[in-house]
């Protein structure tokens, strides 16, 4: 049977700012969105999909991004979503989550780039990303643990138009593991280690 038709409702306010002299901007938005329906994964048999009556979603997203010394950028993130099932035949599943959607998310990256001396050209990074746990069913009978991962980097620009560059992916090595939503579970890639040579012209 071909699925209905998803109609969706959203309502969305936020604000900007500048701050500290031009160096940093901040933003946030609150949004109220409401879907009907809406294909999800059968809480019974995880082979078929099911459409649900309506599913809402509130939350609020925050970030801010800044260089409060020329060489220095900090860049962090928030975002709270609550998502719910509020219409459905079966009744087991109302008030139950959205597969795959965290309720609350954080990240904070930051870079310092030398520009001066023996170690002029280089920059180097780091940042965390935390997501807390997940639904991996419609049923709700099975959560994800949340995780938080750490990221590393380092860049180094040379002569005309040169850069080699060094990334680690979780660090740590935490184990980490996602859903689509559909029941299907994806584990993350460990830690990672990665060396790019790029030239300019």
């Given at each position: 049977m071909t699925p209905k038709p998803t109609r969706g409702e959203q309502f969305e306010v936020g604000a900007k700012a500048i701050l500290l002299d031009g160096r940093a901007?901040?933003?946030?938005?609150?949004?109220?969105?409401?879907?009907?329906?809406?294909?999800?994964?059968?809480?019974?048999?995880?082979?078929?999909?099911?459409?649900?009556?309506?599913?809402?979603?509130?939350?609020?997203?925050?970030?801010?991004?800044?260089?409060?010394?020329?060489?220095?950028?900090?860049?962090?993130?928030?975002?709270?979503?609550?998502?719910?099932?509020?219409?459905?035949?079966?009744t087991s599943i109302l008030g139950n989550w959205l597969a795959g959607v965290p309720r609350r998310q954080a990240s904070l990256w930051t870079s310092w780039r030398f520009d001066a001396g023996p170690l002029d050209g280089l920059t180097v990074g780091g940042g965390v990303f935390h997501a807390s746990k997940q639904a991996a069913t419609t049923a709700?009978?099975?959560?994800?643990?949340?995780?938080?991962?750490?990221?590393?980097?380092?860049?180094?620009?040379?002569g005309e138009g040169y850069e080699i560059r060094v990334n680690v992916d979780n660090v740590t090595d935490e184990k980490i593991y996602i859903t689509g939503g559909f029941s299907q579970i994806y584990p993350q890639a460990p830690r990672t280690a990665r060396v790019t040579f790029t030239r300019r012209w």
């Open positions: 901007e901040a933003t946030v938005a609150v949004f109220d969105l409401s879907k009907t329906n809406v294909v999800v994964s059968d809480p019974v048999d995880f082979n078929r999909v099911i459409q649900i009556g309506e599913l809402t979603a509130q939350g609020v997203e925050a970030e801010v991004s800044a260089r409060p010394l020329e060489p220095w950028t900090l860049v962090a993130s928030y975002a709270f979503t609550k998502t719910e099932i509020e219409e459905h035949s079966n709700n009978n099975f959560f994800l643990p949340g995780y938080t991962r750490l990221d590393l980097n380092a860049a180094y620009a040379f």
